[in-house]
C-alpha cells in the first residue's frame, strides 16, 4: 500500500497522486456488499469519479448483481445487447477488425437522454498486450479552474445534447465502410435533441462540473452555431488538458466504474491485431441540473 493510499473500515482506497480516480481492493464483487462496504465504495466514487477494482473474475449474474447494488439499470439505446442479456453490452474488436475502435472521441455516455446514465461500468475480459487504454477527464476540476468571470457566463447556459452525429441516419456508424463485429443500431431517433445545464450540479457531493461533449453536445441555447461552436471548442480544449486527464491501464478481470456527471471519457485505440473484449453496464441516473 503506498502512503497515498487510505484505508477505511473495510476497504483499501488508494488515489491517483492527483485525487481524479482510485484503486479500491480488499473485497470481493462476486459477492453481494454489506451496507458498510457498499456505503464506502459509493464514498470513494463521489471522491474519486473513476475507481477501479483489480482481480475480479465476475460472470455476468454477478456483473449485473453489483450494478444493481450501486443503481438501477440504465437504458442503452443504438446498440444491441448481449443475447439474453438485455443490459450487458458486449464492446468487442476481433483482431482484424478494420473500423475504428468503439468509443474513440471524448463523450458522457447517453448524455443526449432526458436522464443520463449515473455510472458506466466496464469489465475487462480480454485486454490486448498494448494499447487500448481508457482516457478520463475530470470536469469538476475543469470548471474550477475557469476564471470567475467565465463561470458567470457559463451558469446558466444550457446545451443541446443529440446522438445524430454517431447514430442518426447520415452519422458516423451510417457511413462506416468497414465491417464490426458489435451491432450499432443506425435510428431517426438518435436525431432528436435533448437540452441540459452546460454546468451541472453533482447530486451527491454538491460541487459544480462542465457538462458537455464533442460527440453528443451540437450547440448551446441562444447561440448561432458560430458563437456556440467557438465557446464550446475553447471548453473542449480546456477539459481535456493534460492536467485534467487520467490515462487508465486494463488488466484482465478488472472493474472499473465511472461517474458521467462530471466527468468524460475516451477509448484509445493501438491494439490492431489483438482481440479486446469488455463488457459494459450503466446505472440509471436523474434529470441534470
Not at 37 to 55: S, T
Not at 89 to 98: A, F, T, Y
Not at 125 to 147: F, I, Q
Request: proline fraction near 7%.
Amino acid at each position: 500500500m503506498s502512503q497515498n493510499a487510505t484505508r477505511t473500515r473495510h476497504i483499501h482506497v488508494r488515489p491517483n497522486e492527483r485525487g481524479f480516480g482510485a484503486e479500491i481492493t480488499g473485497l470481493d464483487l462476486s459477492k453481494p456488499l454489506s451496507a458498510d462496504i457498499l456505503a464506502e465504495v459509493k464514498q470513494a466514487w463521489a471522491d474519486h469519479a473513476v475507481i477501479w477494482f483489480p482481480g475480479q473474475p465476475l460472470s455476468h449474474d454477478e456483473l449485473e448483481a453489483f450494478t444493481l447494488q450501486i443503481g438501477p439499470f440504465g437504458h442503452d439505446p443504438f446498440i444491441a445487447p448481449m443475447e439474453d442479456r438485455p443490459h450487458i453490452l458486449e464492446l468487442r474488436r476481433e483482431p482484424d477488425e478494420k473500423a475504428r475502435n468503439f468509443g474513440a472521441g471524448w463523450h458522457s455516455d447517453w448524455s443526449f437522454q432526458e436522464e443520463p446514465p449515473a455510472a458506466t461500468i466496464l469489465h475487462s475480459k480480454v485486454v490486448p498486450p498494448v494499447g487500448g487504454d481508457t482516457l478520463y477527464a475530470d470536469c469538476t476540476r475543469a470548471y474550477d479552474a475557469l476564471s470567475d468571470k467565465m463561470k458567470g457566463m457559463l451558469d446558466g447556459l444550457v446545451a443541446i445534447h443529440s446522438a445524430a452525429l454517431p447514430y442518426g441516419t447520415e452519422g458516423i456508424f451510417a457511413q462506416e465502410k468497414e465491417a464490426r463485429t458489435m451491432k450499432i443500431i443506425v435510428s431517426k431517433e438518435a436525431e432528436k435533441t435533448c437540452p441540459h445545464p452546460l454546468v451541472r450540479t453533482h447530486p451527491v457531493t454538491g460541487r459544480k462540473a462542465l457538462y458537455a461533449s464533442p460527440v453528443y453536445t451540437v450547440g448551446i441555447e441562444g447561440m448561432t452555431h458560430e458563437e456556440s461552436a467557438a465557446l464550446l471548442g475553447f471548453l473542449y480544449n480546456h477539459m481535456t488538458k493534460d492536467e485534467f486527464v487520467y490515462r487508465h491501464c486494463w488488466q484482465p478481470e478488472m472493474l472499473t466504474m465511472w461517474d458521467n456527471r462530471c466527468t468524460l471519457h475516451y477509448a484509445d485505440g493501438g491494439y490492431d491485431g489483438h482481440l479486446r473484449v469488455m463488457h459494459r453496464t450503466t446505472v440509471a441516473g436523474d434529470v441534470p441540473h
